[in-house]
């Protein structure tokens, strides 16, 4: 059922959407096994969707004009390279979130300032909030049901482990929210390398 909010003045479906990295499968399943230990702890849980690298928070866009949304993300992709994307620890950002740490390295940094100004430049499509802070890349854990006493025990479970993952982020992900989940809508995969 999609809300009056959702909706345009003309009647158009303005829908959520934003877009990722999505990590390999050996790391989803390590980011969801860190989840469900979470939440058999502490009854914690995360949004639902796939683990992931957030590059463009969540905005509204109307359904009818998806294609040129991608379009616009086909265009962007073309002169991108594939980005190595390393994960080291845990971090937080106290006291209502806890992720996988994901390093600041200078291509992951271009690739999300580079798609940031993209969409801003050629939809429109801008995060305000994001505007005022440094991209922080990470996979989150667990961001619901989180007071300040049990973000302080999961905390101390996890500020210490040791975990390291190195992929290369081959593409990026464009996610729809369906009322219920986020769900994949496309993918656009980044050059092997510039010519």
């Given at each position: 059922?999609?809300?009056a909010s959702r909706?345009?003045?003309?009647g ?13 499968l050996e ?48 265009q962007?992709?073309?002169q991108?390279?594939?980005v190595?994307?390393?994960?080291s ?7 209502h ?6 390093l600041?390295t200078?291509d992951?940094?271009?690739l999300?300032?580079n ?12 995060d ?9 890349p ?5 961001s619901?049901?989180l ?11 996890l ?6 993952f ?12 369906d009322g ?10 980044l050059?092997?390398q510039?010519l």
């Amino acid at each position: 059922m999609v809300s009056a909010s959702r909706q345009k003045h003309t009647g158009q479906k303005k829908l959520r959407f934003f877009i990722a990295l999505i990590p390999p499968l050996e790391i989803q399943a390590y980011a969801d096994q860190v989840i469900q230990e979470l939440s058999d702890r502490y009854q914690t849980s995360t949004a639902n969707v796939l683990p992931h690298v957030t590059l463009q928070a969540p905005f509204l866009w109307q359904i009818e004009t998806l294609p040129q949304l991608e379009t616009c993300l086909n265009q962007f992709v073309q002169q991108q390279p594939v980005v190595p994307v390393t994960l080291s620890g845990f971090g937080a950002f106290a006291p209502h979130v806890l992720y996988l740490n994901v390093l600041r390295t200078p291509d992951l940094l271009a690739l999300q300032a580079n798609l940031t100004m993209h969409l801003e430049t050629n939809l429109g499509i801008l995060d305000p909030i994001a505007k005022q802070r440094p991209f922080t890349p990470h996979v989150t854990v667990a961001s619901r049901n989180l007071d300040a006493s049990t973000f302080q025990q999961a905390w101390i479970d996890l500020e210490t482990r040791q975990i390291e993952f190195e992929f290369e982020a081959i593409g990026l992900t464009l996610l729809l929210y369906d009322g219920q989940r986020w769900q994949i809508q496309s993918q656009f995969p980044l050059i092997s390398q510039i010519l």
